[in-house]
């Protein structure tokens, strides 16, 4: 199965991506994971990124679809992927249209701009494996600790409320359109990003018939 997330930052896309990936058993491509680690790492890519990243705006669309593409080359893609904050502007769905990527559904989590301010204010990460954690909705056993490889849990840098605000005007303008492009092509499904991460995740396995 192939599978794109959409939704505002902290709907929960890499909550489902993760829940997904294991009921599925494919990977969880996520262009926002892919690119911190570029930062972290200091490398070209990473150091052009960092200043759209730390200013909540979309990194440049040739970076983006630079990245996806070798990565749907991998040998792990064969079986299908679920790709997770990619595309977000047009140009990148229309890139994936034409390197012929064919997408089985797009799965659009819905949750309202004040509930994503909580969401993104209790967020814990994990900088090592990228597992995601909340302070009361999800929290880790171990209070700080990273429950799948013990790393301590981090706050992203661009979970401030500034930023926040910027990510969610992107979104509103450039990302939100692709859900009629994909409503078009009769390959959306919505789903409400329900209070509770396993109630979200069996509506998500219940939209998708898995
Ligand atoms: P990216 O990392 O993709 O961030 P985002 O889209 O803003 O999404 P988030 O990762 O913040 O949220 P999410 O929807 O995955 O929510 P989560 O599951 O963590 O991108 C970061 C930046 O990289 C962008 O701003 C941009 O600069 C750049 N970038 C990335 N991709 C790009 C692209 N294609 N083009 C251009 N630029 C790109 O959940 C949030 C919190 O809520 C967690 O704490 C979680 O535990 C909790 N939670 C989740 N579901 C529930 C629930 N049902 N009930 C209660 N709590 C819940």
Redesign the pocket.
Same mark, same amino acid.
């Given at each position: 199965m192939r599978i794109i997330?959409l *939704?505002? @930052?902290?709907?929960?896309?890499?909550?489902?991506?993760?829940a997904l990936t294991k009921k599925l058993d494919i990977p969880a491509i996520?262009?926002?994971?892919m690119?911190?680690d570029a930062v972290s790492r200091e490398t070209a890519i990473g150091l052009k990124?960092k200043s759209?990243?730390d200013a909540?705006?979309?990194?440049?669309?040739d970076?983006?679809i630079g990245i996806?593409s070798e990565r749907l080359s991998n040998p792990d893609c064969a079986n299908g992927y679920i790709l997770? *904050?990619? @595309?977000?502007?047009l140009v990148?769905a229309e890139a994936l249209d034409q390197q012929a990527v064919a997408i089985d559904v797009v799965l659009s989590?819905e949750i309202s701009d004040e509930e994503i301010l909580e969401?993104?204010g209790?967020?814990?990460?994990c900088p090592n494996c990228n597992a995601?954690?909340?302070i009361t909705?999800?929290p880790p056993k171990e209070e700080g600790i990273c429950d799948e490889c013990g790393t301590e849990l981090i706050i992203?840098q661009?979970?401030n409320p500034e930023t926040i605000k910027n990510?969610l005007d992107?979104?509103h303008k450039e990302t939100k359109p692709l859900k009629e492009y994909y409503e078009s092509k009769g390959l959306l499904k919505t789903v409400d990003?329900?209070?509770?991460?396993e109630?979200?995740t069996a509506a998500v396995f219940k939209v998708l018939g898995i």
């Open positions: 997330m *939704g505002p @930052p902290g709907a929960g896309k890499g909550t489902q991506a993760e996520s262009t926002g994971d690119l911190r990124a759209f990243m909540g705006q979309l990194v440049p669309d970076i983006i996806v997770d *904050g990619v @595309p977000r502007t990148q989590i969401r993104l209790g967020r814990r990460a995601i954690f909340h909705s999800k992203r661009d979970d990510r992107t979104y990003n329900v209070p509770g991460v109630e979200t």
